[in-house]
């Protein structure tokens, strides 16, 4: 059987859940939300399926491995980090716009244990469900650093993808030095340092 525009027609577009799934579907979510924040996104994926009243079946169905699930929990954050760069993008410090959106990711991936290294590891990775993170991101990052280059702020030869390295590698430092709650401000600031034209 022949599908999709070979045969004419509009290409397969795929259909919507039903609504038993779909309610699955934002339990299994909801709860992973809940889960990765209190125990870090390695938290167990058995215990996710549990707490939503599914069995670990229906989660792999929805969510076929841990950053599959970690990506679609992470997508209303990621939507807030995008808006927040576009909104950057308009301002007339264009230098200040880049540290403020590099201190907002840093916060975010501090709010989940194990999303840094997760997020750090997933660069390398296309294949990883979590690089659909990382593309708008270095998209997003990009139209800031490179305003921030052309004002003369930044010297030029910075790359987007270093500074997001960067970045998450300060989130893990972050993370791992928990009693220290100035310490991403601190070695964020010697970044920056560094960027300097």
Request: aromatic share 4%.
């Amino acid at each position: 059987m022949v599908t999709g525009t070979a045969a004419g027609t509009a290409p397969d577009v795929p259909r919507p859940m039903r609504a038993d799934a779909r309610r699955n579907y934002e339990r299994l979510l909801g709860e992973a939300r809940a889960a990765f924040a209190e125990h870090g996104t390695d938290a167990s994926l058995e215990d996710i399926a549990r707490r939503a009243g599914v069995g670990i079946g229906t989660l792999y169905r929805h969510f076929p491995n841990r950053h599959t699930l970690m990506n679609a929990v992470f997508q209303e954050a990621l939507g807030a980090l995008l808006e927040r760069s576009r909104q950057l993008t308009e301002t007339d410090q264009p230098c200040e716009a880049l540290v403020k959106w590099l201190r907002a990711i840093i916060t975010h991936a501090g709010e989940y244990r194990g999303l840094a290294s997760a997020l750090m590891s997933a660069s390398h990775d296309r294949s990883s469900a979590l690089s659909q993170c990382s593309v708008p991101m270095r998209e997003a990052g990009s139209r800031l650093l490179e305003r921030a280059v052309d004002c003369g702020a930044v010297r030029a030869g910075v790359s987007i993808d270093d500074l997001l390295q960067l970045t998450n590698a300060i989130a893990l430092a972050a993370e791992r030095s928990p009693d220290d709650p100035e310490l991403a401000d601190r070695l964020l600031t010697l970044t920056l340092l560094g960027l300097k034209a």
